[in-house]
């Protein structure tokens, strides 16, 4: 069974710092791209952050770039997402999805809320 499985997500302070993991089983996760996406309430699902397959290459939309960090640790079919300098703007639902191709799987997500 493919499964993608979020975790770490919470409660902080406006310019602190989380790290949020996704737990990957069921699949090859070393050839899937993994992006990260999160949706506020209200709001359309948006595009965070991305990684290749082996790790080489990463990408980020603009609203976090010098903040977000994203990794992976294949041997161990895992994917994270360092946020620091979080802002309240950065409050939503984390998303986990792996990518191959037209192939895709998404996690359930986890809750970052940014407040003081």
């Known amino acids: 069974q493919v499964q993608l499985v979020e975790s770490g997500g919470g409660l902080v302070q406006p310019g602190g710092s989380l790290r949020v993991s996704c737990a990957a089983s069921?699949?090859?996760?070393?050839?899937?791209?993994i992006s990260w996406y999160r949706q506020a309430p209200g709001k359309s699902r948006e595009f965070v952050a991305s990684?290749?397959?082996?790790?080489?290459?990463?990408n980020y939309a603009d609203s976090v770039k010098g903040r977000f960090t994203i990794s992976r640790d294949n041997p161990n079919n895992l994917a994270y997402l360092q946020m620091n300098s979080l802002k309240p703007e950065d409050t939503a639902v984390y998303y986990c999805?792996?990518?191959?191709?037209?192939?895709?799987?998404w996690g359930q997500g986890t809750q970052v809320t940014v407040s003081s």
């Open positions: 069921g699949f090859t996760f070393s050839n899937y791209v």
């Open positions: 999805k792996a990518i191959l191709w037209g192939r895709n799987y």
């Open positions: 990684i290749s397959s082996a790790g080489g290459t990463t």
